[in-house]
C-alpha cells in the first residue's frame, strides 16, 4: 500500500520564523510530488511542485530526496497568514491518482 | 473563470435517505475525482473518473456510486446514507497531462 507520511504538528511558531516540514514516502515508483495549502474548512490548492533539482517560490522552497524519499517545504519569514494545514501530495509514475498525506498543521502567532 | 462547484455545500440528513451531491467544472478536464475528509484520516480518495463513462473505485467506495455521463458533471450518490458517512467531501478536476488538481469548495454532510 501506499503511504505518504507527514508529522500532523502543530507547529507553533512565532512571526518571521523560518520552519520546516518534511514528508515521506514509501513508493519507490513516485514520480511527481507537490505541496497543498488547505486553509481551515476550505479545499486544498496546490502551492507549488516539487522538482528534482527543488524549487523556490519567494519565502517557500521545495526540496526532494529521492534517495532517502522524503520531500520538504521550508517556509521563511513566517506571516501570520502562512498559518494552514500543509498536505503532501504523491503521484506515482504515469499515474493520475495521487496519495495525500494526513497533513502538518502550521500555526504562526504573532 | 475556471471553477469547480458542489452542490449543496451543506447538508444534514436522516439515515436511509438517499442523497445526491453534485459536482461540476467549466474547465474540460478529462479527470474527475471525489474525496472525503475526516480528521485525523486526511482526504481519501472515493471514486475517479478518467473520462465520460470510465469510472473506478478509490481508496473507500464502500457505500457510494458515481455515474460520469457528461464530461463536465460527476455527482456522488448515497443511495442509503448512514452516520459514518458524515463528513467533508471534495470533488477535484485535473486536465489530462497536468497533475495539478482542482478542488471543488466542499460539502459539509452530517447524517444522523
Known amino acids: 500500500r501506499k503511504e505518504v507520511e507527514q508529522d500532523p504538528g502543530p507547529f507553533n511558531v512565532p512571526e518571521g520564523a523560518t520552519v520546516a516540514f518534511n514528508c515521506t514516502y514509501s513508493?519507490?515508483?513516485?514520480?511527481?510530488f507537490f505541496w497543498y495549502r488547505q486553509d481551515c474548512r476550505k479545499e486544498p490548492k496546490l502551492l507549488m511542485s516539487?522538482?528534482?533539482s527543488g524549487n523556490e517560490d519567494g519565502r517557500f522552497t521545495a526540496q526532494l530526496n529521492r534517495a532517502s524519499q522524503y520531500i520538504s517545504l521550508l517556509i521563511r519569514d513566517s506571516k501570520l497568514s502562512d498559518s494552514a494545514t500543509y498536505l503532501c501530495?504523491?503521484?506515482?509514475?504515469?499515474?493520475?491518482?495521487?496519495?495525500f498525506g494526513r497533513g502538518t498543521s502550521l500555526i504562526v502567532h504573532p | 473563470e475556471a471553477q469547480v462547484t458542489q452542490n449543496p455545500r451543506y447538508l444534514i440528513t436522516v439515515t436511509g435517505k438517499k442523497l445526491t451531491v453534485t459536482c461540476s467544472q467549466n474547465?474540460?478536464?478529462?479527470?474527475m475525482s471525489w474525496y472525503r475528509q475526516d480528521p485525523g484520516l486526511g482526504l481519501r480518495q472515493i471514486y475517479y473518473?478518467?473520462?465520460?463513462?470510465?469510472?473506478d473505485k478509490g481508496d473507500v467506495p464502500e457505500g457510494y456510486k458515481v455515474s460520469r455521463k457528461e464530461k463536465r458533471n460527476f455527482p456522488l450518490i448515497l443511495e442509503s446514507p448512514s452516520p459514518n458517512q458524515t463528513s467533508l467531501y471534495f470533488c477535484?478536476?485535473?486536465?489530462?497531462?497536468?497533475?495539478?488538481?482542482?478542488f471543488g469548495p466542499g460539502t459539509r454532510l452530517t447524517v444522523t
Open positions: 501530495v504523491v503521484n506515482e509514475g504515469g499515474s493520475y491518482i495521487p496519495t
Open positions: 513508493n519507490s515508483a513516485s514520480q511527481s
Open positions: 516539487v522538482y528534482s
Open positions: 474547465m474540460n478536464h478529462e479527470y
Open positions: 473518473s478518467m473520462n465520460v463513462e470510465v469510472t
Open positions: 477535484a478536476t485535473q486536465a489530462s497531462g497536468d497533475y495539478e488538481q482542482y
